[in-house]
């Protein structure tokens, strides 16, 4: 591609930031810095963190400098200089939202366009389809430059709002699972584009019990397997859609007391699965060790022998899409035991672990119970085929190379008008 026509400045729009629960994000970013673009976050809420990062943060909205008269002026002049045609093609957009108040969407939309003009923002790039992708869309039709956004799980699933809107105006749409671009190309036939969030597969060392190669395969042993003790460990917040309540229900039904599991995380459901817990006698087995940082995963993943994530459909509609703990267990060798819900069914596969019906524990303790009569060689087995399927199918940079080819494409063909230069007098912001 001819690099005169390659988008380098990337603004990524985020509710929150940084926000544990939400790696993702983070991830999705240096990886975009690895394909050599220049990012910077605009988010509605900045949250108190000891992490650094090597990129601008600022507060969607936050304009204001040293000389506050000063800075309303210089945000006057640039409204004043926008082009009539972006502000009707923003208009006509707003004018179609039903769930956002148009008056506040409009205040922030010029806000947000004002950063973006400060930064030399050449493509918009929301997470979520709510007022991120609202506000993000909206700002970029008032700059004339493109616009995309990316579905994750209760933005589409439990509370959506203008979906097929913002699908009609974005210049595409990325679905992270192939039932939620089904779901995108039923509200409208956009252009609509399938990617998987990615993960560092590079940052996770395979397990000692996965370091196999391709000589191992195909000479393994069908004796018993031997009661050695069988890590199982769950990453994720304990709230309803993650299942954990079905988990420890096959875990009783098993009654192996080789297994122990190790629950990472916490949530509002914290007090009633600990309840349960006792109530099944499994305190002896079931360890609840709390919500641990992305470096602790990094570190203590590859020492346990499978991850077991019984995700399933919330009463609300809620529902995880293409979990990332999946992958990267798997980019840490480890088998997976998950359920059939969306996009676990496209991320493990048969040689990579097993797949039960949702919040069933009568399967699930059937999974576990056929888990552990492996030997150990066929459980290593299992967990390199897993570390080479997140590999080639789910590594960050290649899916950001992805992302910047469609960002690449989306600025050519966009049918509004070539961005307009707008001075602006002040020193940008200082980022956070």
Known sequence: MNTDNVIKSIAIIAPQFPVLSETFIRTEIDALQT????????????????????????????????????????????????????????KRFIDEQQSLPKRSLWLYSLKLAYQLAQANI?????????????????????????????????????????????????????AVCKEMQNKFNALYQGNIKYLHCGVKTALFKANSHSGLTEQYKGSISQASAPSLPIKLVFV????????????????????????TLDIIGNGELISELKQQTLQLELTQQVNFL????HSWLVEH?????????????????SVDTGPLVLKEAMAAGLPVIT?????????????????????????????????????PQQRAVMGYEARQRVTQHFDSEQQARNLCRWIDESAQNSAAPKKVKIHIQETNSQSR
């Open 290 to 293: 709390g919500s641990k940082p």
């Open 122 to 174: 050449q493509h918009v790039h929301a997470h979520f389809s709510q007022h991120t992708a609202a506000h993000g869309i909206a700002a970029a039709k008032l700059l004339g430059i493109s616009a995309s956004f990316v579905g994750h799980g209760h933005d589409v699933n439990e509370t959506p709002f203008d979906i097929a809107t913002k699908i009609k105006h974005a210049d595409f749409v990325v």
């Open 236 to 259: 994720g917040r304990l709230i309803e859609p993650k299942g954990v309540k079905y988990l420890l229900k096959s875990l009783s039904l098993l009654k192996n007391s080789t297994l």
């Open 339 to 375: 359920t059939d819900i969306g996009g676990c069914q496209e991320i493990v596969t048969l040689d990579t672990g097993y797949i039960v019906a949702q919040k069933n524990s009568q399967q699930l303790s059937q999974a576990l119970n056929t888990f552990c009569q492996l030997l």
């Open 35 to 90: 394909c050599q673009r220049e990012v910077t976050v605009f988010t509605f809420q900045q949250l108190a963190t000891n992490l650094e990062f090597h990129y601008p943060v600022h507060t969607i909205g936050d304009i204001k400098q040293e000389n506050s008269k000063h800075a309303i002026r210089s945000f006057k002049r640039f409204v004043a200089q926008l082009s009539a045609t972006n502000v009707l093609r923003c």
């Open 301 to 317: 993943l590859p020492s346990y022998d499978c991850l077991v994530a019984p995700f399933c459909v919330a009463r609300s509609g």
